[in-house]
């Protein structure tokens, strides 16, 4: 079965405090693994798409990284508008395009 | 804005009763995904339709069905509802197998 968690279930950084996120996967065949920002009530907002290991993307002050088993979402000098909950899903190979989610990290930047 | 749109925003109901979430995929998108957020589970998948017809279904209850119609809209239709069914309810659409973008949700409440 697919399955993702994510570490560490909460985050506290102060503003400027560079960190990153993981996210651990095992999924039969990987088609795509995607990163999520939530903010509470909302609908999640889509990051990035990661496909193979070693691939990077990055959209202002976050990177993603992906290797054969894990994720990282670095975050680097956060602001207190970076706080949100970041969620990371899993798309396997064959036929269901299925997003299998984390719990996600909810992170915190104080100013 | 994603692009995707969902009504109603809340919807507070009693235990039995049957409720219809309705969703407007974006613009040109074929594929329509179901999901529930509840505190302990996280995001969890229902189903998925494409083009009109059912492709994936999760752990989708028998008490609840959907379905896409040919302007592409789709609805999720719970019925004999349970104090369980209390979470959020998130329409997503992808164009293919590639990121899914997702509306703002419904909020079920279930007295």
């Known amino acids: 079965e697919d399955q993702v968690t994510q570490s560490p279930e909460a985050l506290r950084l102060q503003e400027g405090e560079s960190s990153s996120l993981n996210c651990s996967y095992t999924?039969?065949?990987?088609?795509?693994l995607f990163w999520y920002r939530q903010d509470p009530g909302k609908g999640p907002e889509f990051l990035f798409t990661?496909?193979?290991a070693g691939e990077e993307k990055e959209k202002e002050r976050l990177k993603a990284t992906l290797t054969k088993k894990e994720s990282f979402l670095h975050i680097t000098a956060p602001k207190p508008e970076d706080s949100a909950t970041y969620l990371c899903?899993?798309?396997?190979?064959?036929?269901?395009?299925?997003?299998?989610f984390g719990k996600g990290m909810k992170l915190t930047v104080n100013p | 804005d994603s692009g995707v749109t969902q009504t109603p925003k809340h919807l507070i109901t009693a235990t039995g009763q049957r409720v219809t979430l309705r969703c407007s995929p974006r613009?040109?998108?074929?594929?329509v995904y179901w999901y529930q957020q509840s505190l302990d589970q996280g995001l969890q998948f229902l189903i998925q339709?494409?083009?009109?017809?059912?492709?994936a279904k999760g752990n989708i209850l028998e008490r609840f069905s959907a379905q896409q119609f040919p302007d592409l809209h789709s609805e999720l239709n719970l019925s004999s509802l349970e104090l369980g069914d209390s979470a959020l309810y998130f329409c997503?659409?992808?164009?293919?197998?590639?990121?899914?973008?997702f509306g703002p949700g419904t909020r079920l409440t279930v007295l």
């Open positions: 899903a899993v798309q396997a190979e064959g036929g269901s395009e299925k997003l299998v």
């Open positions: 997503a659409s992808s164009a293919g197998a590639n990121e899914q973008f």
């Open positions: 990661l496909y193979s």
């Open positions: 613009s040109g998108d074929l594929s």
């Open positions: 999924v039969s065949g990987l088609r795509g």
């Open positions: 339709y494409y083009n009109g017809e059912e492709r």
